[in-house]
């Protein structure tokens, strides 16, 4: 049995990560919840059992087997020198780490080898790169990647609690008249394409992305092991509650027949094609909301030869987070990965 | 004075045509309301006096000086002879005749001189595609333009009343516990890539399109008159009421620097920049609804050589239609053109 630390547990991907703990069997012994000051004296539940949330100590944290990180990169960045000194596997949900070439960047399914070169430490992906892995791989692998150009549809959870509290309360002003909360920009009935404030390293030239945009296509690249891959997103927030979506247009070396195409990506460990749209089947964001699949469809091929389009959803707090560190920890520890619970 | 009919005057666009007619002090003399029988006997209000909706006749249609076609592609084809047959001057918010060589499809700003060419009859575009070549055509001018990915966020409002009311219901099935209606796809808290049903033609080889997707590239190539452009649209419903967004990749012919590419969306007549995201200004369809220009931002240049990503919203019930319609009109009676309004 292995004793079990997770960083940040009262948090959206902590809460969801108990829950796929408990849910894939992941042979917890002890479990210790540690969170901020704020949020310590919370208890969260966990196979029945009742426990305590503590506030973080670092030191602490580095002794225990396995430790998750699913608070910020900041939370991470100051418990790694005790961490490193401390002989605990750690499944790192932040982005503190996840271009450090030290670092393995890992979606099981993708790159799962990759695991076993962290030295303890492994990176799962932001959640909107590691959908979009799902899909670009299975392409890259049969027919080649030569560019991917990506627009996201991301729900509002994925910003935390209090944006999906401020959505709430919008739609309560605009449904029935109470007094709306001021914001420079709405969440409810809008999209708003600024996700992760302006990335650190704006060049001029090239005008300011957004933080999203920088990791998406940054990890992208990482988790593909394809520096040249020519990338880029358009990262956009609407007013759904859960699971990301992202309309894709890829460019592929070869020149495959779309049911090529199709037959890579059906084949593909967690992809779940949805495309009979003349039968009303494609992908949604609630129809993909607490699965573990990556839904795919709309695929079409375009005029200039090797193009493709598709759209893709995903819960980007199970599959995009919760589980893909989960199955990073199972491969820590030598243990069967967990493709699907939901 | 020039004698006005309205058909489909109780729909969407018919309702904000009348609107945008009184804003811009287009010289109606005598005002006739056209609806299908349904809706006939309702009253609408012009310039403070109320006027009846009839049940359409298209020879009477056809005596008018100028017809607005705001009914479905359908009413459109059912009239036709008899507008072919009378001497009236049409501005045509239907699909119907849009692909049509001998019939021009116009953007004011972009192709308005083709207005002549139409011997009466001339078709508004798609609003998605409206907006879109708004910033298309100066790159295109400026760079030449080589391909474009587009995937938009469109609101509710360009589905339908029906649509609108499902969305209310729905979400207030979520937020107090109503009933919810049943639907295949909510659009509540959802993102439906699916818009306009299977396209007519459809290429077992390419996939399904979309019907929103075929009329997008199609009337996109034929507006910029390059059948050549290798262009692909993603459309996706989202729950936004008015203004549809767009997510836009392109790639030029030539290299301009940023800067370049920022003057010549700023020259662009009813294009609005919107592009500091550092202080939180970009577009956002919020923000564009009941406006009368096209925001653009979030201006990007890409690593691959000519390659730009922005994104842009635009009320596509005024811009996308009704003041389109009404600029048409002005062309045809040479009349100056209404930029801006709102």
Request: charged share 20%; glycine share 8%.
């Amino acid at each position: 049995m292995i004793d079990v630390a997770v960083v940040g547990a009262t948090g959206a991907v902590g809460k969801e990560l108990l829950t796929v703990l408990e849910q894939a069997r992941f042979p917890v012994g002890r479990l210790t919840l540690y969170a901020s000051e704020r949020s310590a004296g919370a208890t969260l539940c966990f196979r029945g059992g009742e426990h305590a949330v503590l506030p973080l100590d670092a030191a602490a944290a580095a002794a225990h087997d396995e430790v998750f990180l699913c608070a910020g990169a900041g939370v991470t960045r100051a418990v790694l020198p005790a961490l490193r000194r401390g002989r605990a596997r750690v499944s790192d949900n932040t982005s503190a780490l996840r271009l450090d070439p030290r670092v393995p960047l890992v979606v099981p399914e993708v790159n799962g080898a990759r695991v076993q070169e962290g030295r303890g430490h492994v990176c799962v992906p932001n959640c909107t790169a590691v959908l979009l892995c799902h899909a670009l791989a299975p392409l890259q692998r049969a027919f080649g990647l030569k560019s991917a150009w990506v627009a996201s549809y991301q729900a509002v959870s994925g910003a935390g609690r209090r944006e999906l509290e401020r959505l709430g309360a919008e739609l309560r002003a605009d449904l029935l008249g109470e007094a709306a909360p001021a914001a420079p920009h709405p969440l409810a009935f809008n999209a708003v394409p600024f996700i992760g404030g302006v990335a650190a390293a704006v060049d001029a030239a090239c005008g300011v992305f957004s933080g999203e945009e920088i990791k998406v296509a940054a990890e992208t690249r990482k988790i593909l092991e394809q520096p040249d891959l020519e990338m880029a997103a358009t990262c956009v927030r609407v007013p759904v509650l859960r699971a990301h979506s992202e309309a894709v247009f890829v460019e592929l070396k070869s020149r495959p027949a779309l049911e090529e195409v199709r037959a890579a990506l059906h084949a593909a460990p967690s992809v779940e094609l949805r495309d009979e749209p003349e039968k009303l089947v494609f992908p949604t964001p609630r129809a993909a909301s607490g699965g573990d699949g990556i839904h795919v469809g709309r695929l079409r091929r375009l005029e200039r030869p090797g193009s493709f389009a598709f759209f893709l959803a995903g819960d980007q707090l199970r599959k995009g987070a919760a589980l893909t560190a989960v199955q990073i920890a199972q491969l820590q520890w030598d243990l069967p990965v967990t493709l699907r619970i939901a």
